[in-house]
């Protein structure tokens, strides 16, 4: 009986230390993706610096010198420029989701949005290049072009040969595979919504538009901000969409119809091209500073999800 | 009376712009996944399957080694993906559960599954391809793998965490140890919810293209041999999509079609098999 105890408890002890050395495996990847990176980047990072990396426009791999200026500059605006599209639309679907959509309607619109986000990115990508940018050449972007082009300032948005394969291209594929992860998590926030309020507010005459503008949308602050900052992170790590349709272009693009590149699509075009230490090193460096952003940002949301289910 | 007519008419308007968000969004949908049927039914076709490919530019080519590279290479990032995932799952659910050091694991985990695919690709490449100084099938398993286990931890722990506490008291009152609990009643309690998370998982790393191209990266020709540079479905997309031949773009559009297919299958059997277990 004794010996019997003493094995379970033995056993017991086993399979918590195997789970435990699983789970502790997940913080020991993230801690050596940093490490790893981080090592890797060495050289560049003795040879350029923080700042001076950061700021430089310079991409030369033949004379070796090496800037993020150019690939971040392109990361950002892609990336806020899909947000700006992609916020709107998401609030419209959410609201649609929450407060009209007829029951019936419910899961079968709701399994179409999930499914939005489950088509990968590389199908984003052939879709955009055979399909969605021929349609922006041929009819998008020269109407754009006439609409705003004769405008002073923001005519400069508009100017050079539209080809499709540019800023606005990638940033519209971009929206289009962010607004389903805004969409479903502030869908989740909406829902959260006691009904007592939106009932007291119904109760003095509120319209419903009325209802979700000052009551819904203010009660779900932090989930809002949240799953922007989430989808935020998401358009910064994109590759393959952007890979098709970005150009992959060192320079800094002032213009909507210029190509581009960002911090991924350096990455994916010349990883395996990289000829010399330096060069390799400064795309580790570049990847390094993609992973930092992308942690910072997911970190932010967290706690602001957290802080929503805690009230 | 002319306030509240202002009312009404915004408030209808505003409504009319949700119902068109949602419009659009459907609209994006029907015509991405019209688009890609369109364009790869027609190039489905028995040789795709069974050839392998033909020298750049010359007809009758086929995909099978794309399509035999990509199952292994998935069917390793799953072997080692997989049970870690579920094994540290139960360490969060269960021992780890009021932990700090568990909460913390799960937080980074959440963070973990956004991370940019193509920086774990980075990561395998520095580890793993740089030290054995060639590309192969297994780095390119191995990156599939850090992507996968995550996402399969954070579902099992959610899963386990469903399963009652009282059922567990109750297996403990007969005298069962802990870790017999977790096999014998924990496991079987969410078992379905686990098996989902599976699904989904491989679903997520199905479409991977970013972490394979400096892991596996590609080749032309059909091989076994995971310690080789290893083609994928997906990195082949990439290159015959971004290559001049017309052939090239069909047999990546039929490719296009298969993985979406495939994908978009496991996804939707995935939430029907989670709508009928809350019917239960």
């Given at each position: 009986m004794a010996s019997t105890i003493k094995r379970e408890q033995?056993?017991?002890?086993?399979?918590?230390?195997?789970?435990?050395?699983?789970?502790?495996?997940?913080?020991?990847?993230?801690?050596?993706?940093?490490?790893?990176?981080?090592?890797?980047?060495?050289?560049?990072?003795?040879?350029?610096?923080?700042?001076?990396?950061?700021?430089?426009?310079?991409?030369?791999?033949?004379?070796?010198?090496?800037?993020?200026?150019?690939?971040?500059?392109g990361t950002l605006v892609?990336?806020?420029?899909?947000?700006?599209?992609?916020?709107?639309?998401?609030?419209?679907?959410?609201?649609?989701?929450?407060e009209l959509c007829p029951k019936f309607l419910k899961p079968i619109f709701s399994t179409a949005i999930e499914l939005l986000a489950a088509i990968p990115s590389i199908i984003y990508g052939m879709w955009g290049l055979f399909t969605f940018a021929p349609l922006m050449v041929e009819y998008v972007e020269p109407l754009l072009q006439d609409l705003f082009g004769p405008i002073p300032i923001i005519g400069q948005l508009f100017t050079g040969v539209p080809l499709g394969i540019d800023i606005l291209t990638t940033s519209i594929i971009l929206s289009i595979m962010i607004t389903p992860f805004i969409?479903?998590?502030?869908?989740?926030?909406?829902?959260?919504?006691?009904?007592?309020?939106?009932?007291?507010?119904?109760?003095?005459?509120?319209?419903?538009?009325?209802?979700?503008?000052?009551?819904?949308i203010p009660y779900s602050k932090a989930g809002i901000f949240g799953s922007v900052i989430i989808a935020m992170g998401r358009a910064l790590g994109e590759t393959m969409a952007v890979a098709f349709v970005l150009g992959n272009k060192h320079a800094i693009a002032t213009s909507l119809f210029d190509a581009s590149a960002t911090i991924t699509v350096?990455?994916?075009?010349?990883?395996?091209?990289?000829?010399s230490d330096l060069y390799l090193s400064a795309l580790f460096y570049l990847a390094l500073i993609l992973l930092g952003m992308n942690f910072l940002l997911l970190a932010i949301a967290k706690t602001f999800l957290a802080r929503k289910k805690k009230v | 009376m002319t306030e509240i007519a202002k009312r009404k008419i915004v408030n209808t308007f505003a409504l009319s712009l949700a119902c068109a968000a949602a419009a659009l969004g459907l609209f994006w949908l029907i015509f991405i996944l019209a688009d890609v049927l369109r364009h790869g039914i027609a190039f489905i076709t028995p040789e795709l399957f069974l050839n392998?490919?033909?020298?750049?530019?010359?007809?009758?080519?086929?995909?099978k080694h794309a399509f035999i590279g990509q199952l292994l290479i998935t069917f390793f990032a799953v072997l080692i993906g997989i049970p870690l995932g579920i094994l540290g799952g139960t360490y969060l659910a269960e021992y780890g559960r009021h932990h700090w050091l568990g909460r913390l694991i799960s937080t980074l985990s959440d963070i973990m599954i956004s991370v940019p695919s193509i920086v774990i690709g980075t990561f395998v490449y520095a580890i793993f391809v740089k030290p054995i100084g060639h590309f192969s099938g297994y780095a390119g398993a191995l990156a599939l793998a850090i992507i996968m286990i995550p996402v399969v931890l954070r579902t099992t722990e959610e899963m386990i965490a469903l399963v009652p506490w009282e059922i567990r008291e109750a297996a403990f009152a007969l005298g069962a140890p802990y870790y017999k609990v977790i096999l014998q009643v924990v496991y079987r309690g969410a078992a379905t919810g686990i098996f989902t998370g599976i699904l989904l998982a491989i679903a997520?790393?199905?479409?991977?293209?970013?972490?394979?191209?400096?892991?596996?990266?590609?080749?032309?020709?059909?091989?076994?041999?995971?310690?080789?540079?290893?083609?994928?479905?997906?990195?082949?997309?990439?290159?015959?999509?971004?290559?001049?031949?017309?052939?090239?773009?069909?047999?990546?559009?039929?490719?296009?079609?298969?993985?979406?297919?495939?994908?978009?299958?496991?996804?939707?059997?995935?939430?029907?098999?989670?709508?009928?277990?809350?019917?239960?």
């Open positions: 033995t056993l017991d002890k086993l399979f918590s230390t195997i789970t435990f050395s699983a789970a502790f495996l997940v913080l020991a990847i993230i801690v050596s993706i940093f490490a790893s990176l981080f090592k890797e980047s060495l050289t560049a990072i003795e040879t350029f610096g923080f700042f001076g990396f950061i700021s430089s426009t310079a991409w030369d791999p033949v004379r070796e010198v090496f800037g993020a200026a150019t690939t971040l500059y892609t990336t806020l420029l899909a947000l700006a599209m992609a916020i709107p639309v998401s609030l419209g679907i959410a609201i649609f989701l929450t969409a479903s998590i502030v869908r989740d926030t909406f829902n959260l919504t006691p009904v007592q309020l939106k009932e007291s507010a119904y109760g003095i005459g509120a319209t419903r538009w009325e209802v979700i503008k000052d009551v819904i350096t990455l994916a075009n010349e990883f395996t091209e990289a000829d | 392998e490919a033909a020298p750049p530019g010359m007809e009758g080519g086929g995909l997520r790393i199905a479409g991977e293209t970013a972490p394979l191209l400096f892991t596996s990266f590609n080749n032309m020709f059909l091989t076994t041999n995971m310690n080789e540079p290893m083609p994928s479905l997906t990195v082949t997309i990439y290159q015959y999509a971004m290559g001049p031949y017309d052939d090239w773009h069909e047999m990546a559009w039929a490719a296009s079609f298969v993985i979406t297919l495939f994908i978009l299958g496991l996804t939707i059997l995935g939430r029907i098999i989670i709508r009928w277990k809350y019917k239960h």
